[in-house]
């Protein structure tokens, strides 16, 4: 674990270059969900609105919380810890690339961290220059501490981003038809779950807003909590250490697949070393059997990070997949 973390934690020094610049604190209420035209005289047809950061439940109670310190460390850094009060960042395109079509962005970080610039903030910048808004999501890090129940924590919040994007979607001149949801590492699980128990809310959920995210691109996912394959450290900081046979089995998500789970990408790197890369061949395998349409890139090298890869050579090939599927399509 501490090899892992002088690794993960040299990585933020080299490639978590930039800043999250924080938004001030505002909750949207309902009655401005309203579409916005904008002319071309206006800044934001050319330029990218600043980033906008939300409290998640907005001025609800979190739920599943204890009370608890906000002892949150890392945002300067883009290696964020500690998390017990989530957010959701915003990131939308200028107005003459918006396609309408956005996603779900959960950083990786093995549920003990998060890797929030890198996975997170890095990812949102690539998918707004090509028209897509971005919701990186600041969930939970699941911890007794602050938590009742550290194994739904994260999906609650996950399930809570989908229908936050989803209820604001007009107010950005967004499809709420063309949400998808991207995950990397630990982030790949919360995605993959989020794809997989979207017909179990773990949320207030009276209007029925729709959890399912419309399509899943899954970047070297963690996807199974069988020990022949998981990433130990992350299904103990999700389940603990020594979780029943029902746990495992209820958060290995190539168990749950069905024919109503979205259209999947899968990419992985062969020689990853941190999270096999049998994870993305289960839930592969899972799709197939389902009959849910699906594609994967496995990479020869590439390791777990994808650092040792040209980004474009791992990036392309999701815009590639997202625009073929009409995910684009105004």
Known sequence: MNKWLSRVSAGVLIVFASLVVF?????????NDQKVELSSSDPAFLFPPSMQAFNLYGDGAIPNSKPAADEETGAGT????????????????????????????????????????????????YFVDHGIAAFVVK?????????????????????QAMKFARTHASQWNLDSNRIGAIGFSAGGHLASTL??????????????????????????PVISMDSKVTHLDSRKALL?????????????????????????????????????????????????????????????????????????????????????????SQ
Do not use: C
């Open 23 to 31: 938004a001030e604190e505002k909750n949207i209420s309902r009655k």
């Open 78 to 125: 883009g290696w964020i810890q500690k998390v017990s009060r989530p957010y959701i960042q915003v990131y939308l395109p200028a107005k003459v690339k918006a396609t309408g079509a956005s996603v779900v962005i959960f950083p990786g970080g093995a549920y003990w961290g998060l890797s929030f610039d890198y996975e997170g903030v890095q990812q949102a910048s």
């Open 139 to 159: 969930y939970r890090i699941p911890n007794d501490l602050w938590m009742l129940d550290k194994s739904i924590g994260p999906l609650q919040d996950a399930q």
């Open 195 to 220: 794809a997989t128990h979207f017909n179990k809310p773990q949320i207030t959920n009276s209007d029925n807003i729709n959890l399912r995210p419309d399509f899943l691109v899954l970047v070297y």
């Open 240 to 328: 603990g250490d020594n979780p029943a046979k029902e746990r495992i089995n209820e958060f290995s998500n190539e168990l749950h697949v069905n024919s109503n789970t979205p259209p999947t990408l899968l990419l992985h790197a062969m020689d990853d070393k941190l999270v096999d890369v049998k994870n993305s061949i289960l839930f592969l395998e899972a799709l197939k059997e389902a009959g849910v349409p699906a594609q994967a890139h496995f990479f020869e090298k590439g390791d777990h990070g994808f650092f040792l890869i040209p980004r474009d050579r791992w990036q392309a090939p999701i815009l590639e997949w997202i625009t073929v599927n009409g995910w684009l």
